[in-house]
């Protein structure tokens, strides 16, 4: 009998999925619907639609459950092993919110066979669409919750991260405070992993810890409604949400609709959903507190898996609930591959050439500094462009170079000391983290040695084995183990003289950001 585990991702611009072969360690179908071309009547942009307000950023959760149906009759027409499908879980973007009426509980449990996933959704909207993370326009909204819970320092204590406009309370308030007659016919408020996760049941699913934390709405210590927060949020708002439960809750067998439709095993568990920050910790296999990944994409992205609840008292980093137990955190810097290639270009460089800068300067640049704030800055906050240069000559390409990437590497030492986990190794992840150079680096200003892991579809993964790991009770570092194996022979080990340098110059960093901040 095959160990076939199926994970989904509702993300952004796509669903995808990526089913696993637990016995051979293997991926054995791996695909994905782009919504904007695979359903265009939903007339998205990059899976998203704009208001006029540029702040406004939506999408329609019809959208997101026809694509479960599209995913699903594509995966039968090419004859995959749907009926040896053990269990299946799944990823959401997170912070997205949906709005549904009272009835549906019973929608979900008593499925219009002969409707499509969509027709029964449909019925049971109490709001057209789903403010999804992009959307930036609960500022007035943050400033109201903020206050109520005693500002910042009590926001970020309290839920895990301090009051952001995407986060799903500020979201929810506003909701509530524009339509107040839509809110009161809610009955009920998913996220999006929250209503794909009730798709595939064939019921209410709850939240998980790991996306639940991105609401500004859970009590990071203890995993349950923060009641304060709630009451901060709008009225009625408990009786609106579904429970909070464990990342590896299995919530009984799919729904029929999904038996009788694709042919899946009436016995094949629903694992709950989380978040797609969450399930990615897992597809990168950071199960060990101590273990952390650097995405370097257009933003640069630091998470990792902590055994504490440790929180940003700055309040620029996030804390969510990890699937494998503990916590994990995220901190996010704007200034990623951006910044990188605006200095790159702004000399003439390809990345050639700007890696050969790297090589051609000395470690700690000679005491030449840059704050890389091409773009405003989210850690630290810094709400204008500007960038910064001390000692530094912006006629030197090369030295600019340098500057550049161990500006980046030195901040995501300095804010991410929160979290308290000297880490033991990182994994780099990302288009830039093909550049050796930048990766020797990144483990000299850490100290620590960097692997390089690819990671194409690792939200999608991170689902398919926290079903796997659900259904097998299989302890997490096995499980994860065949999957996320660094690309061999890309360790690069810390230098101790160049991470020696680092130590010293960081402390000059620091005082040179906080001059500016
Ligand atoms: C995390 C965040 C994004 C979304 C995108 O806080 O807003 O990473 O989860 O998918």
Redesign the pocket.
Known sequence: MPKYFLGLDS??QSLSSVLIDLDSGKIIDDRALNFDSALPDYKTTNGVNRAQDPAVVHSSPLMWAEALDRLFQGMKKDKLPLGDILAISGSG???GSVYMNGNAAKQFRDMDLNGTLADNLARVLSRPSSPV?MDSSTSAECEEIRAVLGGKDATVAATGSDA?E?FTGPQIRKFAKREPGAYKQTGHIALVSSLMSSLVAGQISPIDVGDGA?MNLMDIAGFTWHPAALEATAPDLRQKLPPIAASDTVLGVVNPYLVLRYGLNPACKAVIWS???PCSLIGTGLVSPGMIAISLGTSD?LFGAMSACETDPRGEG?VFGSPAGGYMS?I?FKNGSLAREKVKDQYGYDWDRFSQALRDTPVGNQGKLMLPWFDPEIVPRVPAPGVKRKNLDEQDGDANCRAVVEAQMMSMRLHSAWMGEKPACIYATGGASANTEILRIMADVHNTPVYRQETANGAALGAALRAAQAFTQTPWPDIVGPFTQPLPGSKVAPDPQAAAIYDQLINEYAAFEQENL
């Open positions: 993300s952004t973007q997170q912070h993370w952001f995407r991105g978040g797609d920050n992205t996030h995220l996010c």
